[in-house]
């Protein structure tokens, strides 16, 4: 059975740092592509962040505008997890985090083409 298990939320202040991990099991996810995406209450899954493997060489990384520059996605394929490190957060941040699997190597920033998903973590960013 696949399971994605989020860790890593809380409140911090902004301006903090908090890192997310994302626990993967059940299959081999080194070639899957990984991403994280957020839901604010009131609003719509949005994507975040996401790491393929791109030419059978290295992985790539994808950012949306409003976290490029403060967050960083990163994989251990050794831990099938996979990381995000949140720094300068803001209270437009708050929301409760997901991480997702895509069952293929391509980049995609839509929630509907992701195959597995993670039970969220709540990130809290007081002013």
């Known amino acids: 059975q696949v399971q994605l298990v989020e860790s890593g939320g809380g409140l911090v202040q902004a301006g903090g740092s908090l890192r997310l991990s994302c626990a993967a099991s059940?299959?081999?996810?080194?070639?899957?592509?990984m991403g994280w995406f957020r839901q604010a209450p009131g609003k719509e899954r949005e994507f975040v962040a996401t790491?393929?493997?791109?030419?059978?060489?290295?992985?790539?990384?994808y950012y949306t505008e409003s976290v490029k520059g403060r967050f960083t996605i990163s994989r251990d394929n050794a831990k099938n997890t996979v990381y995000l490190q949140m720094n300068s957060l803001k209270p437009e941040d708050t929301a409760v985090y997901y991480c997702?699997?895509?069952?293929?190597?391509?980049?995609?920033?839509?929630?509907?083409?992701?195959?597995?998903w993670g039970q969220g973590t709540q990130v809290t960013v007081s002013s």
């Open positions: 997702a699997a895509r069952r293929t190597p391509n980049y995609s920033r839509l929630a509907s083409e992701y195959d597995y």
């Open positions: 790491i393929n493997w791109s030419d059978s060489i290295t992985y790539i990384t």
């Open positions: 059940g299959r081999t996810f080194s070639t899957d592509t």
